[in-house]
């Protein structure tokens, strides 16, 4: 699988849709993760954006707000590549019982061709001989 982001950041307001082709790739599944952050995230104290300076605790609470927002993304990020991991590890695991069950069948196959190839060489062949003499 392959890992890619895109980031586009709009220019207009309004309604925009998404089209995802699949045409290269017909038989495989695809799974696509959308992130949306949409516009500024309202302040975090209402009175913010007043002229006099921020507390020592606001101007913390806020660098901690920040760094959450930081902690977010990398969550979300860590939770694609753990999807991804999964997904691999899943189709591997099918590959590995599919492959497991068929040596099983050939295995099985090759034992009862043996056991019959085995039993024919000491099978008693009644052979007739007739002595042509004087």
């Not at 707000?65 to 939770?79: N, W």
Request: charged share 20%.
């Amino acid at each position: 699988g392959q890992y890619d982001s895109f980031t586009f950041t709009a220019s207009k307001n309004g309604t925009y849709k998404f089209c995802f082709s699949n045409e290269f790739s017909t038989f495989t599944h695809k799974t696509v993760y959308f992130d949306f952050q949409v516009g500024e995230d309202p302040p975090l104290f209402p009175s913010e954006n007043r002229v006099s300076a921020l507390t020592q605790m606001e101007s913390a609470c806020v660098s901690i707000h920040e760094a959450l927002k930081s902690v977010i993304d990398y969550q979300t990020h860590f939770r694609l590549r753990e999807a991804q991991g999964r997904s691999r590890a899943e189709d591997l695991n099918t590959r590995v019982a599919y492959w497991s069950v068929g040596e099983a069948l050939i295995l099985l196959v090759v034992s009862i061709g043996q056991v019959f190839l085995l039993k024919s060489f000491f099978s008693d062949k009644r052979t007739t001989t007739t002595r042509v003499g004087s």
